[in-house]
């Protein structure tokens, strides 16, 4: 028997996903979560689509084998490169992915030129390209491969020099030139004022609430947890060692 029988399985390339997760429990409160962030190896944003397809599938198979009854991809390259095969691989398990907020972004009221910063993986996927091609038609799109900055935010030091550096050599060149941002990595959310404070005051959009939506959705067939049971997390990470879970547990608590 799975130890996680009828949890949420959620995972990412480390904490950012907790961005996620933190809008998981907003929507789904009595469903009990598993979160597994694979910290030994973040960020997947520099890594070949085929290591990163294979770790999904790893720590998809980990969490199904642990009983989990659904999956959520908290991680926008992995939804990227390895959401359709996942689901094409486990056809009866709902699996739930992350992508670029462009649509929401494109659809609001100021959009004529749209700042998306994501990993240097998710700007140069065929999904990414299609997406703008989709939602972008009447915006310019300026996407952002932000290296550096989820291993940056993954130390925990939001007030810091390093972080504050690394955005003004990113995106200082932007501050005033763009009507929105979207956010296209879920470690960013964790830093929304720190952006803010290099591009001025803009409206911010990411893929964490419609994740949270979907995830109900797909669920509401029967799978949804009872109002009467209490939710809850265990985290789990791929760094060994109670710092990284209590590093989670911070990340959890830190507004967005």
Same mark, same amino acid.
């Given at each position: 028997?799975?130890? $996680?029988?009828? !949890?949420?399985? &959620?995972?990412?390339?480390?904490?950012?996903?907790?961005?996620?997760?933190?809008?998981?429990?907003? @929507?789904?409160?009595? @469903?009990?979560?598993?979160?597994?962030?694979?910290?030994?190896?973040?960020?997947?944003?520099?890594?070949?689509?085929?290591?990163?397809?294979?770790? +999904?599938?790893?720590?998809? /198979?980990?969490?199904?084998?642990?009983?989990?009854?659904? *999956? #959520? *991809?908290? +991680? =926008?390259?992995?939804?990227?490169?390895?959401?359709?095969?996942?689901?094409? %691989?486990?056809?009866? &398990?709902? *699996? &739930?992915?992350?992508?670029?907020?462009?649509?929401?972004?494109?659809?609001?009221?100021?959009?004529?030129?749209?700042? #998306?910063?994501?990993? =240097?993986?998710?700007?140069?996927?065929?999904?990414?390209?299609?997406?703008?091609?989709?939602?972008?038609?009447?915006? /310019?799109?300026?996407?952002?491969? +932000?290296?550096?900055?989820?291993?940056? *935010?993954?130390?925990?030091?939001?007030?810091?020099?390093?972080?504050?550096?690394?955005? %003004?050599?990113?995106?200082?060149?932007?501050?005033?030139?763009?009507?929105?941002?979207?956010?296209? +990595?879920?470690?960013?959310? $964790? #830093?929304?004022? /720190?952006?803010? @404070? #290099?591009?001025?005051? &803009?409206?911010?959009?990411?893929?964490?609430?419609?994740?949270?939506? /979907?995830?109900?959705?797909?669920? @509401?067939?029967?799978?949804?947890?009872?109002?009467?049971?209490?939710?809850?997390?265990?985290?789990?990470?791929? =760094? %060994?060692?109670?710092?990284?879970?209590?590093? !989670?547990?911070?990340?959890?608590?830190?507004?967005?």
């Amino acid at each position: 028997m799975g130890s $996680f029988e009828g !949890y949420i399985g &959620v995972f990412d390339s480390g904490a950012g996903g907790i961005s996620v997760l933190k809008a998981l429990i907003d @929507e789904l409160p009595h @469903e009990r979560f598993v979160f597994f962030g694979d910290s030994r190896y973040t960020p997947y944003g520099d890594k070949p689509a085929s290591w990163i397809l294979d770790r +999904c599938r790893h720590l998809t /198979q980990w969490l199904l084998d642990e009983g989990c009854k659904a *999956i #959520v *991809i908290a +991680c =926008n390259t992995a939804t990227s490169v390895a959401a359709d095969t996942l689901r094409s %691989e486990h056809p009866d &398990v709902p *699996i &739930v992915g992350v992508e670029p907020a462009l649509k929401p972004a494109a659809l609001a009221p100021h959009h004529r030129h749209i700042l #998306v910063m994501a990993t =240097n993986a998710t700007v140069h996927l065929d999904k990414f390209h299609k997406l703008a091609r989709e939602y972008g038609s009447r915006s /310019q799109i300026t996407a952002i491969p +932000c290296v550096g900055l989820a291993d940056c *935010i993954e130390k925990g030091d939001f007030e810091g020099p390093e972080l504050h550096g690394l955005l %003004e050599r990113l995106v200082g060149e932007y501050r005033g030139a763009v009507d929105s941002v979207v956010l296209g +990595c879920t470690h960013y959310p $964790f #830093v929304k004022r /720190q952006i803010a @404070e #290099v591009l001025g005051d &803009v409206p911010f959009y990411d893929g964490s609430a419609g994740t949270a939506r /979907q995830t109900r959705r797909l669920l @509401e067939g029967g799978m949804l947890a009872p109002e009467s049971q209490q939710g809850g997390v265990e985290f789990f990470s791929s =760094n %060994e060692g109670t710092r990284q879970i209590e590093l !989670y547990r911070w990340f959890l608590a830190q507004p967005i």
